[in-house]
Nanobody, 126 residues
């Protein structure tokens, strides 16, 4: 399984970015997906998760500003980030959990996921 994240960049505070993660080598439609981020000097933290059926869960710090979605036909998961703040600056990683059936659990732990993308840097200037 390979995950390729893209869409990061430099944006001013209050701006928007959309991250994309393309998956290959898996039955994507049954895999729960997630986004995490890691700021300099900090541990990797949960951002958003989506079940195979499209149900979502967010970290409190991004709730109302970020939206995760998936397109099973394109094997892609997206993270729309609006109203960005300097504290959102981090490397963003997409992650996939191996699953052979559809489920309803939102996975928020790093150890819940089996596969990780390479990360894409998001920098928000003040």
């Amino acid at each position: 399984v390979q995950l390729q994240a893209s869409g990061g960049g430099l944006v001013q505070a209050g701006g928007s970015l959309r991250l994309s993660c393309a998956a290959s080598g898996c039955t994507f439609s049954t895999y729960p997906m997630g986004w995490f981020r890691q700021a300099p000097g900090k541990e990797r933290e949960f951002v958003a998760a989506i079940t195979s059926g499209g149900s979502t869960k967010y970290a409190d710090s991004v709730k109302g500003r970020f939206a995760i979605s998936r397109d099973n036909a394109k094997n892609t998961v997206l993270l729309q980030m609006n109203s960005l703040k300097p504290e959102d600056t981090a490397v963003y990683y997409c992650a996939a959990r191996r699953s052979y059936y559809s489920g309803t659990i939102h996975y928020t732990g790093i150890n819940d996921y089996h596969y990780w993308g390479q990360g894409t840097l998001v920098t928000v200037s003040s």
